[in-house]
Structure formats: structure tokens, C-alpha cells
T-cell receptor, first 114, second 108 residues
């Protein structure tokens, strides 16, 4: 198993550009989440999904969109990038609900918005 | 809402003990603990569930006081490999909200 994979590893955008961060898992996990990590702020929840077709907002959802068309994939879209979105983004998945089961994290995407 | 962790940072000598605390303003069903090494993804350590069930790392212990909405992670006889940032997580919908982290450095 590859586990949780994320692409790209690094990305530089200009303000106003859009892009999609990819996340995929091959463990047949129903629950997937996106977090951003900023220095001194810990991991903050952006969006999560409890299965294909079902998503919900986390603590910091503004400026981000998600969809879940398959169990394996959970892409995160930045519609119009802003410097405040410079961060490291982690995707995580779990077999059962994220608050009762182990979360497996991907390696992260480091995003810089100029 | 993010849980609150204390202390923010700890420096230990190898073999010493440490306690990391986590508290929440709302009632909890579970508390999670993860460790992150610099430049890497967080890695699961332990889950503590309401009612006393625990899942996780055999060499690490933790407590969960449901009434006080608090958890503590106990690192005993620390090893160099324990260095990293420790995060506690509490439920947010069907995902987790993490604290800001506690940086732990174990020196020889």
C-alpha cells in the first residue's frame, strides 16, 4: 500500500492564481480531511469528508473548495490564491470516524503564494 | 475550537520525564495524541476514549479526565528519538481539531 499520497510536494503561486492540491489513499478509508499547518498555529482543519459525495467545513474553510467523487481521492481547490494561504497542507484519512480512529497523514504540500 | 496545550516547549536530558497537557472548553468523547518530526507528517501515538478505552503506543502512557475535559501525555525515561512536536486532537465533526503543539527536545 502506498498509504496517503499528496501532489505536488512544493508549489509556488502568484496571488489570484488557482490550483488543486491532490490527495489520494489506497486503504479504502471513508474519512478524509485537509489541514493546514502554519508556524505556531498547529494543524487547523479546513474541510473533511465522511464518504464519497459528502463533505463538511472545518475551522478555516474560507478560500478553499473540496469535493469527493470517489472513495480514494479528496482534492483541495484554491480558487484565487492569497498570500495568507502560504502554508503546509496535510491530507489525512481514517477507516472509521476521524475522532475515534487513527488518522494517517500524507507527506504534505508546501505552498507559497507570492 | 482548538484545544489548549501546555507547556509550549520542553527541554529534557535523556532519561528524564515529561508531562504534556491538553485541555478543551467543550465536553470530549476522545483525545488523540500525535508526534511530528521536523519536515515530516504527524504520526499517531494514542487515542483515549470516553469510558477508559485506549489505543496506541505501548511505550507511551496518557490519561483522560472526561469531567475536566483534560488529557495528559506522560513521557518517561525519555530517549533522543522522543524529540519532536506533540499535538493533541479533539473531535470536530467527524475529524479532529489539533492544539498548537508542544515542542520537545531531548538532549544527550
Amino acid at each position: 500500500n502506498a498509504g496517503v499520497t499528496q501532489t505536488p510536494k512544493f508549489q509556488v503561486l502568484k496571488t489570484g492564481q488557482s490550483m488543486t492540491l491532490q490527495c489520494a489513499q489506497d486503504m479504502n478509508h471513508e474519512y478524509m480531511s485537509w489541514y493546514r499547518q502554519d508556524p505556531g498555529m498547529g494543524l487547523r482543519l479546513i474541510h473533511y469528508s465522511v464518504g464519497a459525495g459528502i463533505t463538511d467545513q472545518g475551522e478555516v474553510p474560507n478560500g478553499y473548495n473540496v469535493s469527493r467523487s470517489t472513495t480514494e481521492d479528496f482534492p483541495l481547490r484554491l480558487l484565487s490564491a492569497a498570500p495568507s494561504q502560504t502554508s503546509v497542507y496535510f491530507c489525512a484519512s481514517s477507516y472509521q470516524s476521524g475522532h475515534t480512529d487513527t488518522q494517517y497523514f500524507g507527506p504534505g504540500t508546501r505552498l507559497t503564494v507570492l | 475550537q482548538q484545544p489548549v496545550q501546555s507547556p509550549q516547549a520542553v527541554i529534557l536530558r535523556e532519561g528524564e520525564d515529561a508531562v504534556i497537557n491538553c485541555s478543551s472548553s467543550k465536553a470530549l468523547y476522545s483525545v488523540h495524541w500525535y508526534r511530528q518530526k521536523h519536515g515530516e507528517a504527524p504520526v499517531f501515538l494514542m487515542i483515549l476514549l470516553k469510558g477508559g478505552e485506549q489505543k496506541g503506543h505501548e511505550k507511551i502512557s496518557a490519561s483522560f479526565n472526561e469531567k475536566k475535559q483534560q488529557s495528559s501525555l506522560y513521557l518517561t525515561a525519555s530517549q533522543l528519538s522522543y524529540s519532536g512536536t506533540y499535538f493533541c486532537g479533539t473531535e470536530e465533526g467527524y475529524a479532529l481539531n489539533f492544539g498548537k503543539g508542544t515542542s520537545l527536545l531531548v538532549t544527550p
